[in-house]
């Protein structure tokens, strides 16, 4: 099948980005944000002001056992207090469910999902070859092809199956802003859950597509994502946003950084008599925007940002710096 392998690629990077590169922030309300989080928050915000672009707020409160009280409030009130503004109300994924649903039945009209049974523990124990995403989240096809008999089978125990895209192991090429050239094989990824939730992969397309989103600006943790969310974007002929994926902030034991690291969200910080505009001089001066001791405003910040010259290492945490 020689047409079969060309169609088999996904070649983004002759793409032409929109004109005016839309960016976002898109906090999951599951904890407080730390310097990291605050710190690609601020990235996302400069990229996003320095093109004379709008700066969109996104809450993805989808998984409701993760979502905790009053984070969401705290999260907002942190982001302003750093000085960052916002266009339009904040919009809540929560509340864009029959959007999703619509999405996810588009994609089952045409012949693009089918259902999944398998428990995570199957999922990891079939799991083989390491690409890209890790071994153990890649989905080795268990229930791509199943009979009729089979399905039924599954069906009489009672659990509710997922819902996975048909990816047929498609390879998807992109140039990110800070990382380059990257590429990555799609898996059978899921777009809604076994609980009926729409999963992080289908809400974040559906919601930059409608947001208008040119350019999504995250931590570089999301990489992997990238793949499967370009080739979503594909399926629903929706248009592809721009990557940037920036340095993420690690706690001095290389790992990303965590409530575990100590004093790292804003309220830690003023507990040990640190306000917002240390935090943010921190920040700045871990990206080079700032000299050694130096607290500078949001808009000095925004004067002096130039993505070209930002730093393509993660920053290890550190109160002192
Ligand atoms: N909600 C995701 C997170 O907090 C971010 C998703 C994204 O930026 O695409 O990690």
């Given amino acids: ?14 793409s032409v980005p929109r004109n005016r590169p839309d960016g976002r922030f898109a906090p999951s309300p599951t904890g407080l944000l730390h310097v990291g989080n605050l710190r690609t928050a601020l990235l996302a915000w400069l990229f996003a002001r320095s093109s004379g672009a709008r700066f969109l707020l996104r809450v993805e409160d989808l998984d409701r056992s993760r979502v905790r009280p009053g984070i969401e409030e705290t999260q907002l009130a942190d982001l302003q207090a750093i000085g960052l503004d916002w266009d339009g109300p904040v919009v809540r994924q929560s509340e864009r ?20 049974y398998c428990t995570r523990k199957e999922i990891r124990a079939a799991a083989s070859a390491p690409h890209g995403i890790s071994a153990a989240d890649r989905y080795p096809g268990t229930c ?25 192991g498609r390879r998807v ?13 799609t898996d059978d990824f899921v777009v809604r859950r076994n609980d009926g939730a729409p999963a992080y992969q289908l809400a974040v397309v559906v919601d930059d597509a409608a947001q208008g989103i040119g350019e999504v ?9 990238t793949p499967r969310q370009i080739l979503l974007n594909r399926l629903l002929g929706l248009p592809i946003p721009r990557y940037t994926h920036v340095p993420l902030v690690l706690g001095p034991d290389g790992h990303r950084l965590a409530k575990r690291h100590g004093a790292v969200t804003l309220a830690d910080r003023a507990l040990v008599g640190e306000g917002p505009g240390e935090v943010l001089g ?16 949001i808009a000095t910040l925004l004067s002096r940002f130039d993505p070209k010259r930002l730093p393509r290492e993660p920053t290890v945490w550190s109160a002192e710096t």
Wanted: some cysteine; overall charge negative.
């Fill in 1 to 14: 099948m020689q047409h079969g392998a060309a169609r088999d690629k996904i070649d983004h990077r002759a």
């Fill in 217 to 225: 600006v995250r931590g570089a943790d999301l990489v992997d994502s």
């Fill in 282 to 297: 921190w920040m700045a001066r871990s990206l080079g925007l700032a000299e050694p001791g130096e607290v500078p405003s």
């Fill in 173 to 185: 090429f992109f140039e990110d802003r800070l990382l380059g050239h990257h590429e990555g094989e």
């Fill in 144 to 168: 791509r092809n199943l009979t009729k008999a089979e399905r039924a089978e599954r069906e009489a125990t009672g659990r509710p199956p997922a819902l996975r895209v048909r990816a047929k």
């Fill in 97 to 116: 469910m029959k959007l999703y649903e619509e999405t996810i039945a588009r994609l089952d009209v045409d012949g693009l999902l089918y259902p999944c």
